[in-house]
């Protein structure tokens, strides 16, 4: 099953070009990692860009700059035909986790229970207000009613999330963006587990009292 | 680039006088101080080196490549900058998160007669729609950065880029049929 729900293309375009924040580049190369037409998108976006360096004027170095690098080239390159991404760890085993995420994952060797139903692995990135987390939502928990103080990016492994407003339902690459002043409840779908990349830009706001009473309690 | 992989330094070279320095006109245009231009410059040229075995031909042309190296670099630069105190070294090059290979197909090979001819479509696009992908790739902008500066809204801003696009597989089909 290829995604149904993609990156825009002028999200394709910032992340080609490095114009997004990290945590948005994440998501980004999660989903391309899952989605052979977004995949082929960012192939033509990124010739667009050659191209681009190819008819660039250039400017010339300063003298020396040549030498100077070959002198600090060293020995033969490596030789690996692909970066190899680490394994998973045997408690992510079975959660189809691409290689960006496997690559950034922490030392971790268990989930942290945030508030029962939802469980997470921190990763190292620092987001003012924010979080980039993998999330393990237990099958059929909801998330209340809640807006966003900056953008929010999920792409979701396995299991699935249910928007409750209009039923949209995000599965394995699926990508869902939802900017500030966009409100929402979902749910994970029930039964499995739905294990998701989760960026959030800025601090989740709940707009129900249940959901201001769990991240009260929520364990950061 | 495969004669480099193996440590050909000849190959280097001629890799190096042919982009080097379109590498360093990029590096300025996106806010590279020109003081500082040569020694980033001497950064990527050295991270190419070093990946040289990772360039795949199916993936995409040499240009393509080179200019998601420099993306990395001045990505990863940013990220140690606004990590780390000033003056302490920066992380590898590596923190750009590149997609796993995804299964490539026909249609994202560019072969070196559809860069010729990309480049032509680039010279025919209206200027509105040029001046948003020059912004965009070559300055490094967000889209919301190029709204401003164009004096356009955002929602502007994407139409054009999504014209430009269009507009570009437009033309370059057009020519593969002729």
Same mark, same amino acid.
């Given at each position: 099953m290829t995604p149904r729900h993609h990156v825009p293309e002028h999200g394709l375009v910032e992340y080609v070009t490095g114009a997004c924040t990290e945590g948005a580049a994440l998501a980004v190369a999660c989903h391309l990692s899952l989605c052979p037409t977004c995949a082929a998108e960012v192939a033509a976006l990124e010739g667009v860009a050659g191209t681009l360096l190819e008819a660039g004027a250039g400017l010339e170095l300063a003298a020396g700059t040549l030498e100077s690098v070959l002198a600090r080239l060293g020995g033969t390159p490596q030789r690996a035909g692909h970066e190899e991404a680490p394994a998973a760890p045997e408690f992510l085993a079975?959660?189809? @986790?691409?290689a960006p995420l496997l690559r950034v @994952?922490?030392?971790?060797?268990r989930w942290r229970t945030v508030v029962p139903g939802m469980r997470v692995v921190d990763l190292p990135f620092v987001v003012p207000d924010g979080a980039i987390r993998l999330v393990r939502f237990k099958g059929g928990v909801t998330i209340p009613f809640h807006d966003h103080g900056g953008p929010e990016y999920i792409v979701v492994f396995t299991g699935a999330l249910e928007e409750k407003n209009d039923g949209r339902r995000f599965a394995r690459g699926d990508v869902s963006i939802r900017l500030p002043g966009e409100r929402h409840e979902q749910r994970a779908a029930p039964g499995e587990a739905c294990v998701a990349l989760v960026v959030n830009e800025g601090a989740l706001r709940p707009l129900t009292l249940r959901g201001r009473l769990l991240l009260a309690i929520a364990r950061d | 680039m495969a004669a480099i992989a193996r440590g050909d330094r000849a190959a280097f070279t001629r890799l190096f006088l042919r982009y080097a320095p379109k590498i360093k006109a990029h590096l300025e245009a996106r806010g590279a101080a020109p003081g500082a231009s040569d020694e980033l410059t001497q950064e990527v040229m050295l991270a190419v080196w070093r990946k040289?075995?990772?360039?795949?031909?199916a993936r995409g042309s040499v240009a393509a490549w080179l200019y998601t190296i420099s993306r990395n670099f001045l990505f990863s630069q940013l990220r140690s900058e606004r990590r780390r105190p000033a003056g302490e070294p920066g992380d590898?090059?590596?923190?750009?998160p590149e997609p796993?290979?995804?299964?490539?197909?026909?249609?994202?090979l560019l072969s070196a007669e559809e860069h010729r001819s990309l480049a032509a479509s680039l010279v025919e696009l209206p200027p509105e729609q040029r001046a948003v992908l020059q912004g965009a790739?070559?300055?490094?902008?967000s889209l919301q950065e190029c709204a401003v500066e164009q004096q356009v809204p955002l929602g502007t801003v994407k139409t054009r880029v999504r014209l430009a696009l269009e507009r570009l597989r437009g033309l370059m089909a057009g020519r593969r049929t002729k």
């Open positions: 079975g959660c189809g @986790l691409p @994952l922490p030392s971790n060797d | 040289a075995a990772l360039y795949d031909p590898d090059v590596d923190t750009f796993s290979p995804a299964p490539t197909s026909e249609q994202t790739y070559w300055r490094g902008q």
